[in-house]
């Protein structure tokens, strides 16, 4: 049975889909005011496991990831570069979405920006001033937090303990008739973007957008909502009450929140410039070692970034790449075994690693548990080839693994058969002909040739084995 944690109801629930057989997702994206850094893609990579674990369970998931794509700091940078605040967006969300290629995780279904959806917005704010939970004051509308009996539910917090100006992101201003009231649409200042309303000339506050697009992608009731612990207040908390006010319906099943990438201790920022970009990241560790080292700590726990920590996890990758490399030369390429079929049903050492693999992941995506029987499968296919184990059952035991590894969307690649060019092939076998003729010469020449073009090689007792760097 598939339990999740519900940050609302702050406990493990089951999972029972609002329609039968689909699921629908919505997690929050970035602020597109500058590139991602780490912590940002960590919601790339949660909604990714998420959607590959809920359809390997059977089911048909919708995922939305949306970008905010106008706002004050996406505007100031503009205004710095001397450039149009779509340009800063969409270089940025080109950024993002570069990284998710990197990273292997599936693209989400929809990525919605904010200002592809004023209609939407427009009319969601219309609705919430016509039921009496928000008012127009001076061309800006607020949310009057005070009539909506159920704020603070998601981030248990009061009302009354909500101190303006304080570091609950509750401002002081005049336009308020409370000063916990947000924000729903701003009226338009002069020589920024703004956009027709029935108040005048505007742009939508932060926490609507995500209510008009989710729903009307989603439905005004969906599965999951997810997005970085610091959402939680107050902009998912905003999110329930403006989105239950509005339609009347119970918003979202599981509220979904992983914790932050620290550095040093301190969480990432962009504000505060403490961060490491993904650019950086990308150009020293392949991308399995990115993904598995995001991976290898509970999605809900907080990162610590260190180096070491990554060069754990580059180490931990090698050991797989070397297995299914392994297993390639031992027991074929798995085209190959997809062709001969499986002679053996597979193991039942591998079948109980599988089942405990299960079992983790059904505890609220545990990836953490489940990547520790990764490492225990490794350990018995090892010992297995080792041991001189069949062919057929390697190839049966393989499968298993390449399964596992499949819904964490790791080594997706490695230990597949590469397509190598005739003349490639022909210079390996040829550098191993200057090798049995003790010509080291000749073979670190081809040896050179051959990694110019893109391609190692590997020396094994059954001759070279060639595939792409």
Same mark, same amino acid.
């Given at each position: 049975?598939?339990?999740? !944690?519900?940050?609302?109801? +702050? ?31 960590? #919601? ?51 950024? !993002? ?10 693209? @989400?279904?929809?990525?919605? &920006? ?10 969601? #704010? ?17 949310? /009057? #937090? ?11 917090? &009061? ?14 201003? $005049? ?7 947000? *924000? ?77 990438? &620290? =550095? ?41 970034? +260190?180096? /070491?920590? =990554? ?12 297995? !299914? ?5 031992? *027991? ?31 505890? $609220? ?9 990764? !490492? ?12 001189? @184990? ?5 190839? %049966? ?6 399964? #596992? ?22 210079? *390996?076998?040829?550098? @191993? %002909? ?13 040896? +050179? ?6 391609? @190692? ?13």
């Amino acid at each position: 049975m598939l339990k999740i !944690f519900d940050t609302l109801d +702050a406990k493990k629930k089951e999972f029972i889909p609002v329609r039968e057989g689909k699921v629908g997702m919505y997690f929050c994206g970035m602020t597109v005011q500058s590139e991602p850094h780490v912590g940002h893609m960590r #919601v790339a990579v949660v909604s990714d496991v998420f959607k590959r674990y809920l359809r390997y369970r059977g089911y048909d998931v919708t995922l939305i990831i949306n970008f905010t794509d106008i706002d004050d700091k996406i505007i100031a940078k503009a205004t710095e570069e001397g450039v149009t605040y779509q340009e800063v967006a969409q270089r940025n969300i080109d950024k !993002f979405m570069e990284f998710v290629d990197f990273l292997g995780a599936e693209p @989400a279904d929809r990525y919605p &920006r904010a200002t592809d959806h004023i209609t939407d917005i427009i009319e969601t #704010v219309k609705r919430l001033v016509e039921k009496g939970y928000a008012y127009e004051s001076q061309g800006d509308v607020y949310f /009057e #937090v005070g009539k909506w009996p159920g704020y603070g539910k998601l981030s248990k917090k &009061r009302v009354e303990d909500l101190v303006a100006g304080a570091s609950e992101r509750v401002d002081i201003d $005049d336009r308020k008739r409370n000063p916990e009231d947000f *924000a729903l649409w701003k009226a338009a200042k002069e020589g920024e973007p703004a956009w027709e309303s029935p108040w005048g000339m505007g742009r939508p506050g932060w926490h609507i957008e995500c209510s008009a697009m989710s729903t009307k992608y989603l439905g005004e009731h969906y599965d999951i909502h997810g997005g970085g612990t610091d959402l939680i207040f107050p902009h998912h908390e905003n999110e329930i009450a403006q989105s239950e006010a509005a339609t009347g319906e119970s918003y979202v099943n599981h509220w979904v929140h992983h914790g932050h990438v &620290r =550095l040093e201790g301190e969480k990432m920022s962009k504000s505060t410039g403490h961060y490491r970009t993904m650019a950086g990241l990308a150009e020293r560790y392949a991308p399995d070692v990115v993904r598995f080292f995001l991976l290898s700590t509970h999605y809900r726990s907080v990162i610590d970034f +260190a180096d /070491e920590r =990554l060069d754990e996890a580059a180490a931990a990758v090698e050991r797989f790449e070397n297995l !299914f490399r392994t297993l390639e030369r031992v *027991a074929g390429p798995e085209s190959e075994a997809a062709t001969l079929g499986m002679v053996d049903e597979p193991s039942s050492a591998m079948l109980e690693l599988k089942g405990k693999y299960i079992e983790a992941m059904d505890d $609220d995506l545990n990836t953490a548990a489940a990547t520790g029987f990764l !490492f225990e499968m490794v350990r018995f296919l090892n010992q297995a080839v080792e041991s001189g @184990a069949a062919v057929e059952q390697l190839r %049966a035991d393989r499968a298993v693994l390449r399964e #596992v590894t499949g819904i964490l969307g790791l080594l997706e690649d490695v230990g597949k058969a590469d397509e190598v060019p005739a003349e490639i092939q022909q210079m *390996a076998e040829d550098r @191993a %002909a200057a090798r049995t003729a003790k010509d080291w010469a000749r073979a670190d020449e081809l040896r +050179a040739a051959i990694t110019e073009a893109g391609y @190692a090689v590997e020396d094994t007792p059954e001759g070279p084995v060639v595939r792409k760097a």
